[in-house]
C-alpha cells in the first residue's frame, strides 16, 4: 500500500485541520494507505521529526483552529541549521527514502508551492493543497482559511462602526493580506467601509480625505477605512515597485544581494504605513483618527462551515488523486468540484487582484472610495 507524508506550511490558517483530516480520512480510509506527518513544516522534514497518523488522530480535529502538525516558514534551498545556512534538498531525499513514502503532501500558500516545485524537480512526488488567509494562489477559486477571516474581518469593521460612529471619527482597520487586496476588499464590501486601501490600487490622501469630507458635507461626520496591510500611495508604490524591478534585473549575485538590500530599507522606509495615513487624514479632515490592527486574531479560531467544506472537498480529492498516482500538481477548487494544476503554473504565480474585478466593480458601484 502506498505511504505518504504530510505537513503544513506557512502562516497557520483556518481549515488546515479540516484538510489533514480530509486528506487522511481518505487515505487510510477510502484508499488503505498510511500517513505520517512531518512536525512544523519544511523543517520537520528536512530533521525528520514526524509522527504516525492513524485514524484516531483525524478524529476531533475538523472544528479546531491552527495545524495539528506545527508550522515554520522555511525554504528547502535556504534553511538555517546549526547557524549555517544550507540547501535542504538531498537531506529531504533522503528521508522520503528512509520512510518508504511514495510522496509528500504539502499545505501551505505561495511559498510552499515554490518549495514544492523545488522539491518535485529534485525527483520527488510531491502534491501542493493551497492554503492562506490571502487568497493569493493562481488558479484556485479560494484557498482554506479566506472565508474564516473574511468573517472576522467583516465583524471588526462592523464593530468599529460603533466606535467611529458614537465618537464622530475615522477608524483605519489594517487588514492581512500580504501583497494581495482580496481579504480587505472582500470585508470592506461585506462590512460596508467608506474607504477600501488595496495593494493593487495605489492611494492619495487627496482623494480619501475628499471622500470624507463629501460624507461631512452631507452630515456624517464618521468613516471607516479597511487598509490593506500591503497598502501604499502612490509615491511608495513607485518607489517600492522600482525597487523590486532592481531585484529582479539584478544579473550577479552581489548585485542580487545589494538589490535586496536596497529594498529592504525602502520597504522599511514604507513601515507602518497605516500609522502615517491617519496623521495625515487628521490633519487634511481635522477629525479625530485611530488605528485598529487586525493582525493574527484574522488567523485564529475556529474554521468557519465554508473552509471546514473546502478543506475537506480538497484534501479528500488529494487522496483520490494520490490513488490514481498524479504527483506534481497543486489541488485547486473550481466551482463545486476540484481540479489538478501543475505545480509549474502555480509557483512564483501570485493572484493578485485585478483591477478590472467584479469585487472592485461592486465597491465603486456602492460608492465606495478606492482612494484613486
Ligand atoms: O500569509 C498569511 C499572512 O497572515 C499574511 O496575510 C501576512 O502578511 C503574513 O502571513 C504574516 O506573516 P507572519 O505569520 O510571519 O507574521
Given at each position: ?10 502562516g ?31 523543517r ?18 475538523l ?14 534551498h ?137 460624507r ?20 511608495a ?16 549575485p552581489?548585485?542580487?544581494a ?7 530599507s ?45 478543506g ?61
Amino acid at each position: 500500500s502506498k505511504r505518504i507524508g504530510v505537513l503544513t506550511a506557512g502562516g497557520d490558517s483556518p481549515g488546515l485541520n479540516a484538510a489533514i483530516r480530509g486528506l487522511g480520512k481518505a487515505a487510510i480510509g477510502s484508499h488503505g494507505m498510511e500517513l505520517i506527518g512531518f512536525r512544523d513544516g519544511i523543517r520537520g522534514l528536512a530533521t525528520d521529526r514526524h509522527i504516525e497518523l492513524d485514524k484516531a488522530m483525524l478524529s476531533g480535529i475538523l472544528t479546531t483552529g491552527g495545524t495539528i502538525l506545527g508550522t515554520s516558514r522555511d525554504k528547502v534551498h535556504k534553511m538555517e541549521v546549526d547557524g549555517e545556512v544550507r540547501d535542504m534538498t538531498g537531506e529531504i531525499a533522503d528521508i522520503v527514502e528512509k520512510n518508504k513514502l511514495d510522496g509528500l503532501v504539502l499545505l501551505g500558500g505561495g511559498g510552499t508551492a515554490k518549495n514544492a516545485l523545488r522539491l518535485a524537480k529534485a525527483g520527488l512526488n510531491v502534491m501542493h493543497l493551497p492554503k492562506t488567509i490571502d487568497k493569493d494562489v493562481a488558479h484556485t477559486d479560494n484557498t482554506f482559511g479566506f472565508s474564516t477571516a473574511l468573517e472576522i474581518a467583516t465583524d471588526a469593521i462592523d464593530r468599529l462602526h460603533s466606535t467611529a460612529h458614537s465618537h464622530h471619527r475615522i477608524i483605519l482597520a489594517e487588514i492581512m493580506g500580504h501583497k494581495a487586496g482580496w481579504l480587505t476588499l472582500g470585508a470592506g464590501i461585506a462590512g460596508g467601509a467608506d474607504v477600501i486601501l488595496l495593494p493593487e490600487i495605489p492611494f492619495t490622501v487627496e482623494s480619501i480625505s475628499t471622500a470624507i469630507q463629501h460624507r461631512r458635507e452631507k452630515g456624517t461626520n464618521f468613516s471607516v477605512v479597511a487598509v490593506a496591510e500591503g497598502a501604499r500611495d502612490l509615491v511608495a508604490t513607485a518607489e517600492l515597485q522600482a525597487a523590486e524591478r532592481l531585484v529582479k534585473d539584478a544579473n550577479t549575485p552581489e548585485a542580487k544581494a545589494a538589490a535586496k538590500k536596497h529594498l529592504a530599507s525602502v520597504e522599511y522606509e514604507h513601515r507602518e504605513h497605516t500609522f502615517k495615513l491617519a496623521h495625515d487624514l487628521e490633519e487634511a479632515t481635522g477629525l479625530e483618527t485611530r488605528v485598529t490592527i487586525l493582525g493574527y486574531v484574522q488567523r485564529g479560531g475556529i474554521p468557519c462551515a465554508e473552509d471546514r467544506l473546502l478543506g475537506s472537498r480538497i484534501g479528500s480529492a488529494a487522496a483520490d488523486l494520490i490513488a490514481e498516482g498524479e504527483w506534481g500538481v497543486m489541488v485547486g477548487s473550481k466551482g463545486d468540484d476540484t481540479e489538478p494544476v501543475p505545480l509549474e503554473d502555480v509557483a512564483g504565480n501570485l493572484a493578485l487582484v485585478p483591477t478590472d474585478h467584479a469585487w472592485i466593480r461592486t465597491a465603486r458601484n456602492v460608492g465606495t472610495n478606492l482612494g484613486d
